[in-house]
Every structure is written in structure tokens, then in C-alpha cells.
């Protein structure tokens, strides 16, 4: 598990998790890695004798520009978060958060069909590209991207409209209520909601209560977004979910086992959340 810092990531509690109820004599273990080293650090691995490592804030990006392979996710979304180490020693990135975006919203709304409707993504970081990514891989016919700072909307969808398919617009953040009438998903990849940060401020009075709405803040997991959301009617998904579907293809190409995200796993995490 390579951050800077590394100690607030939930991975390696949650891949322990998973090692000890398949009793897989593993570790993921947390190194804090600085921006400099990383072009140092990671080329070792193969010889260290590791299966893989995940990557986090700050370095999801650069990790890309120092693997031998990337898979399509982490080339459009421009970011690896897992490094799986192959059998002639090469480092493959991908990225999985696209695809835990839409594993969490499909568990936990079985029903839930990309052709619903357009959707509605707030923010325009590495999140929401990721958000936006898997998405449109699901088939959402039309996504509507509002951030605080409208260029890098912009940027983000002139950069991913060559790798995506589906229809994208940009609009102005204080319009953000105008857009809500014909939604289907809407999600939250900014910070606000999370502890320290204020709340978003959104009118929900506009949006269809049959949209499902997201945020993937999972610090705390009752965000006032998805409060709100709730007391009105509409199905919501909350952070957690994410966190824990993006680490399954990991496991996965790591163990060679799917591992199972159960109510009990979620406990347990909602517990560890709150130490
Ligand atoms: P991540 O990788 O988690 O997406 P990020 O790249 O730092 O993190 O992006 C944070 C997002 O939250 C951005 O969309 C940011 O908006 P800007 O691009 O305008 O900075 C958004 N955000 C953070 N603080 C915000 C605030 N106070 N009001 C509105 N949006 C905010």
C-alpha cells in the first residue's frame, strides 16, 4: 500500500479482513512513500517478491507513468490505483474505481439500469473521473459534470470524451438545481460533506424521487446530501461501498479469490471507521 501519507487508508485493515476469513497467508502492508521516492521504490517490487500494492492520494497519478503496462480504466481516468506484478516481473496498473463506483451502486440497487436516465456528477478531481468513467462503461446514455471551477470540468470532459462514449455536458456550479429535473444518478465526488468540510448546499426539490443519489464520502457515511436524500424518498448509496468494491479486483488478481462483501464485513469496517 504505497500513500503519502498512508496512515488514514482503510486498505489494509479491509485486505486483512479478507485474508483472515480465507486464511491466505498474506499482509498488505502500509508504506509511506514520499512523491520523490516513488520512482525508486516501485521498480524494487518485483524482486521484493510481491504479488501486487495498492496506491493512494498523491501518487495514483504518477504511478501510471512508471509501469510497463496499464489497462484501459487507468489510461483514460489517468491514474493506477492497483499494481499487480506479472510473471516476467513487469508492473500492469489499473484502475478499479470506476468499476467499485458501479458495483457498490448495483448491490446495492439490484434493479438499477444505466439506461434510467442521464446523470449528475458533482466535482471534477481524480474521483469524478473515475465516477464518470465507470459510468459511461455501465452505459449511462448522458452524464452532466458541475464543478466549483468550471475548467477543470471542462478539461476533464475534453479528456475523457475520447475513451468514453456516451453524451457529456458541462454546467455552471450556482445552476446546479436547474439540472436536477430529468436525473437518474446523481453523485457527490467533491469533499464537501466529509468532517472538516462544509456541507452541500443543493436544493433536492427539483430531482425525480426515483433517482438514486451517491456520495462517496464514507467519513462520515450519513452525509447531509444523502440525509436529505433520504428524508425525501430517494434511494442513496453511500462511500463505503466504493471503498470496498474498488479492493475486490485487487484480491482477486492477488489470492485468485473473489472475496465477498457481506453486512458483516461492513460492520466491521463502520467500526474500524470510528476508531
Ligand atoms: P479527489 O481525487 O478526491 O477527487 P481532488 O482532485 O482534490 O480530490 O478534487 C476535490 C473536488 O472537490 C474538486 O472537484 C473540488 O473542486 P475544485 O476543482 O473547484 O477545487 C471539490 N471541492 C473541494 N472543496 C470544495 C468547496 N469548498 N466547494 C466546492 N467544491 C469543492
Redesign the pocket.
Known sequence: MLGFPVKQSYSPRLHGRWLEALNIDGILVPFEVSPEDLSLVLPTFPRLGLVGACVT?PHKEATLTLMHNVDDAARAIGAVNVISINDNGELIGRNTDGYGFIESLRQSLPDWKADHGPALVL??????RAVVYGLASAGVPEIRVI???RK?AERLAKELSTSIGCRMSICD?DEMENHLSDVAVLVN????GMVG??PLRLSLNHLPVTAVVVDIVYVPLMTPLLEGARQRGNHIVDGLGMLIHQARPAFREWFGVDPEVTETLRSLLIADLRV
Open positions: 492520494i466535482g471534477a478531481g481524480g474521483a469524478a464543478n466549483r471551477t477543470r456550479w465526488t467533491t469533499s464537501l468540510m462544509p
